[in-house]
């Protein structure tokens, strides 16, 4: 574990869309002996965000040349016991920093919803990560954290009640935009991804179970929630990770399934599965694909402060134990996904910068719910989102 930084948190990619909602998140809630700075590769852009946010004195500035050579990127890391990467696409720019945490010893954490990236991250570094006791966490933010802990916190209700879940199901409902950032990733996914970067289990253990698993593609209905149902554009991500934290927590759970899609009215889910398929369309082919990313892939492009502010978001999980009992848990906020992804992200790198000793595992490529588990899920509570057992 770092010990002795003069950074408890770095924030790579202060100055993006994203990043800037993380600082934010970090003024408005974080403690206030909190120990942190801003990175990137762009000086002025990180003081014009050091002026819009009207940072203090207090949170230095930490600035990588364009080219950033290892060795600036060590100087960088070196400074902090967390570093929380916000800049993405993640696959082909975020490769430096972790090497960079790796060699520094610094724990790394970020908003990826990239499996091929966190692939990479697994078989390059879990290895090494578990030795020196060193957490990389990708997937921190909206993608995968509320998949991650809602299933992590019925797993747990159903323990503390005798029970083993045998699957899980999460659907979403929510009002919210799409960033420039978000766009850019998925363009650049559709265009890299491997066929083993889709599979169900790629995040997992090769020795750990792999039970069947169907995709959730097509406008249907849940007699448990007694809503309709649709696919989810961010499914692949979130199941993949969910999947890899049951394998990371082993015994019955390892054996445990989750799937995952939309859930609300019919008019709602027909819509969304509409546009899931007209998405998917559009990434596959090239050329609607470039006009997609030219017309709205935009840097530092996102929904408006007032889009924001009327966002919302709720996601139900139901569990089907192994008895044939159906329990259900539940997460909602008032706040659009990328105002979540902050309040995610900073409250995983805060849990791990100063409660690393309450934490569940203490190094290799993790995922939100193993890596933090019960301290994020009061952290989160604590800082407004409600999650609660039905």
Not at 58 to 66: E, G, I
Not at 343 to 350: G, L, P, R, S
Request: hydrophobic share 40%; charged share 20%; aromatic share 10%.
């Amino acid at each position: 574990m770092p010990s002795g930084r003069k950074f408890d948190i770095i924030v790579w990619g202060a100055n993006g869309y994203t990043g800037k909602l993380v600082c934010q998140h970090i003024l408005d809630f974080g403690p206030k002996d909190l120990s942190w700075a801003v990175a990137g590769r762009d000086s002025q852009k990180l003081e014009g965000c050091r002026g819009e946010l009207k940072l203090p004195d207090s949170v230095a500035t930490l600035v990588c040349d364009h080219d950033c050579s290892d060795d600036q990127l060590d100087r960088i890391c070196e400074q902090g016991t967390v570093l929380l990467a916000c800049a993405g696409p993640f696959f082909p720019i975020g490769k430096g920093i972790v090497a960079s945490c790796m060699r520094t010893g610094t724990h790394y954490l970020d908003i990826t919803g990239e499996s091929q990236f966190v692939r990479w991250m697994i078989e390059t570094y879990d290895a090494e990560a578990k030795e020196r006791n060193v957490c990389l966490v990708p997937s921190c933010g909206f993608d995968a954290v509320i998949s991650d802990i809602g299933n992590f916190v019925l797993h747990e209700h159903a323990r503390t009640m005798g029970l083993e879940l045998q699957h899980v199901d999460g659907y979403y409902e929510m009002c919210s935009g799409l960033s420039g950032g978000s766009i850019r990733t998925m363009c650049h996914f559709a265009r890299t991804a491997q066929a083993k970067d889709l599979a169900p289990y790629a995040l997992n253990p090769a020795s750990t179970p792999k039970p069947d698993v169907w995709h959730r593609w097509l406008l249907g209905f849940e007699p448990n929630l007694m809503h309709f149902t649709a696919p989810f554009i961010m499914s692949g991500i979130d199941q993949m990770i969910v999947r890899r934290s049951n394998a990371l927590t082993g015994g019955n759970i390892a054996r445990a399934t989750y799937r995952e899609g939309s859930f609300g009215g019919f008019f709602y889910c027909l819509f969304t599965t509409i546009f899931f398929w007209v998405m998917n369309v559009v990434l596959l082919i090239p050329p609607l694909r470039g006009m997609l990313e030219t017309a709205f892939g935009h840097e530092n492009c996102g929904p408006s402060e007032n889009c924001r502010k009327k966002g919302c978001f709720m996601a139900k999980f139901v569990g089907h134990a192994t008895n044939g009992r159906i329990l259900k848990s539940r997460i909602s906020a008032a706040h659009d996904t990328y105002s979540v992804t902050a309040q995610c992200a900073v409250e995983c790198a805060i849990a791990l910068a100063t409660m690393y000793t309450e934490l569940p595992m203490k190094g290799g490529v993790l995922t939100p719910a193993t890596a933090f588990g019960n301290v994020l899920v009061r952290r989160l509570r604590n800082s407004g989102m409600e999650i609660r057992v039905e």
